[in-house]
């Protein structure tokens, strides 16, 4: 099992993740547009782009999900207080 530290970690990987990659997404966008191209070749990278920002966002959706199944058997969520 992921230590609680390795697996803020991994959030912060992913959330890295798709701030780099939106990003890269809009320059890539900004590029096509000023060379001209076709509105196919515009669609087809958003979609690449957006499946893979959507992927990352996925990832980071599951690693909080086991960080919070982690911290909530140790504290109550609704109080912040530890556990008996």
């Known amino acids: 099992m992921a230590t609680i530290r390795e697996m803020f970690h991994e959030i ?4 890295n993740k798709i701030s780099v990659g939106s990003g890269v997404t809009r320059e890539l966008l900004k590029q096509k547009i000023k ?6 070749e515009i669609r087809d990278l958003l979609i690449k782009r957006l499946n ?6 996925l990832g980071a959706d ?8 982690i911290i909530y058997d140790i504290i ?3 109080t912040a207080k530890p556990k008996k």
């Open 12 to 15: 912060g990987n992913w959330h």
């Open 35 to 40: 060379s001209n191209a076709s509105g196919e």
């Open 52 to 57: 893979k920002l959507e992927e990352h966002a």
């Open 62 to 69: 599951k690693a909080l999900n086991k960080l919070k199944g």
């Open 76 to 78: 109550d969520p609704d």
